[in-house]
């Protein structure tokens, strides 16, 4: 007679990769981040396959939001993470089962375009996500932040994320709301549809790539002018890099934007915030209890009230 003793060796955390945009350019480079993954033992669910690629998307249409619902349903999957941004994600939000994402406890990471899945399912679940890395260009790149993956890490791990920075140029704050926001652009196409969150009283943040400041303040004017910055408590601004001013724009800079907004807009604006289209990005969590204080030493916003995975270890990213 043999004696079987129980199994008692931890579950590894399963984390499920999809593509609910665009696919990954180099594929060398994604399958070194999912051995980089399972090599730092996570148990890595692959949803999405290179050859089902369908123009500049990561598959149909079909094929996509049938990634997401299928990370959802698997029993293994802690994490689901986005493979990149893009664009393709506002083709899938009628077609998206939102209880299904927020019934499955799965933490849903990612930033840039995958801000209108993660509003979305914040507006019609209420169910809170994470505005953090993604596998193109986090994981693929040679030596991924190691800022960018402790704060990951923290994150999810909870109970509690503080986000903490220096070189904010605004007033001191102490406010309290909801924290919400992402990529600057998604937020405003979302405008007017059920997918963007009615919060009252939150904590917006927001960041953006390649866009020039007239741009940024014309977005920002439409949040004013659509009265959804008037019922927030302060904004946070994170990273807009990667746009070139021209000899016609004659001082017309990110910081005279600012300067301008400032003084037009019913709410504190605070900068500086470490979050957007760069390798040293905070991870934050929408849809959370937020605290934005603004004091001469630093800068920081607290987060609680969000579904925690206290049993990530630190370097599994």
């Known amino acids: 007679?043999?004696?079987?003793?129980?199994?008692?060796?931890?579950?590894r955390p399963g984390i499920a990769i999809v593509a609910p945009g665009g696919y990954a350019p180099d594929e060398a480079a994604f399958r070194l981040a999912l051995a980089r993954l399972e090599g730092t033992g996570w148990l890595v669910h692959n949803y999405y396959d290179p050859a089902r690629k369908h123009q500049r998307f990561g598959g149909s249409d079909s094929d996509r939001a049938g990634q997401l619902h299928a990370a959802a349903r698997d029993p293994d999957v802690d994490i689901i993470m986005a493979l990149r941004g893009g664009y393709g994600m506002s083709r899938l939000l009628p077609m998206l089962d939102y209880e299904l994402l927020a019934a499955s406890g799965k933490r849903l990471v990612g930033h840039s375009d995958v801000t209108a899945l993660q509003l979305a399912l914040f507006a019609t679940t209420g169910a809170p996500s994470f505005a953090g890395p993604m596998v193109c260009d986090d994981f693929t790149r040679p030596e991924p932040s190691r800022y960018a993956m402790q704060s990951l890490t923290d994150c999810?791990?909870?109970?509690?994320?503080?986000?903490?920075?220096?070189g904010n140029d605004s007033s001191a704050l102490?406010?309290?709301?909801?924290?919400?926001g992402g990529n600057l652009a998604m937020v405003v196409h979302l405008l007017g549809t059920p997918y963007l969150p009615q919060v009252d009283g939150g904590i917006l943040f927001v960041e953006d790539i390649n866009e020039h400041p007239y741009r940024v303040e014309r977005m920002l004017l439409q949040l004013l002018h659509a009265g959804v910055l008037a019922r927030q408590r302060a904004l946070v601004l994170g990273d807009f890099s990667g746009y070139r001013l021209g000899e016609y724009d004659n001082g017309y800079s990110f910081s005279s934007m600012l300067a301008y907004l400032r003084k037009v807009l019913p709410l504190p604006v605070a900068t500086g915030l470490p979050f957007g289209h760069i390798p040293e990005k905070a991870t934050l969590v929408v849809g959370s209890q937020?605290?934005?204080q603004v004091s001469d030493i630093e800068t920081n916003i607290s987060m609680t009230?969000?579904?925690?995975?206290?049993?990530?270890?630190?370097?599994m990213f």
């Open 156 to 166: 999810l791990r909870g109970p509690c994320h503080r986000v903490s920075w220096q």
């Open 1 to 11: 007679m043999t004696n079987t003793l129980p199994d008692t060796a931890p579950r």
């Open 305 to 315: 009230d969000y579904s925690q995975l206290p049993m990530l270890p630190d370097g």
């Open 290 to 292: 937020g605290r934005l």
């Open 174 to 180: 102490d406010v309290s709301g909801r924290l919400w």
